[in-house]
Nanobody
Framework: QVQVAESGGGLVQTGGSLRLSCTVSGLSFGDYALGWFRQAPGKGREGVSCISASGQVTYLADIVKGRFTISKDTAKNTLYLQMSSLKPEDTAMYYC????????????WGQGTQVTVSS
């Protein structure tokens, strides 16, 4: 059974930092691309950052470039999102997801972790 569990969210002031973690179990971690998505109240879900199964290719949405960094530790089956220079508009529920390297869509999702940035 695949389990995806996010942690590390919380309340932070504008300009602050947080590191989100996502632990994945029940699958071959190295065969899966991983991503972070977020959804703010009243808005649709948006992609924030992704990392390929090999870890060699990463993607960051323009709105977080220069502020967020994605990484993973294959030995710990854990994905990270280091967030700095946080803004109120970064407030959202953040979700981690996994997609097999040959799959078209992310099909394993966590329950999310809330990030709230106060002004």
């Amino acid at each position: 059974q695949v389990q995806v569990a996010e942690s590390g969210g919380g309340l932070v002031q504008t300009g602050g930092s947080l590191r989100l973690s996502c632990t994945v179990s029940g699958l071959s971690f190295g065969d899966y691309a991983l991503g972070w998505f977020r959804q703010a109240p009243g808005k649709g879900r948006e992609g924030v950052s992704c990392i390929s199964a090999s870890g060699q290719v990463t993607y960051l949405a323009d709105i977080v470039k220069g502020r967020f960094t994605i990484s993973k530790d294959t030995a710990k089956n854990t994905l990270y999102l280091q967030m700095s220079s946080l803004k109120p508009e970064d407030t959202a529920m953040y979700y981690c997801a996994a997609r097999h390297r040959w799959a078209a869509t992310f099909n394993y999702w966590g329950q999310g972790t809330q990030v709230t940035v106060s002004s």
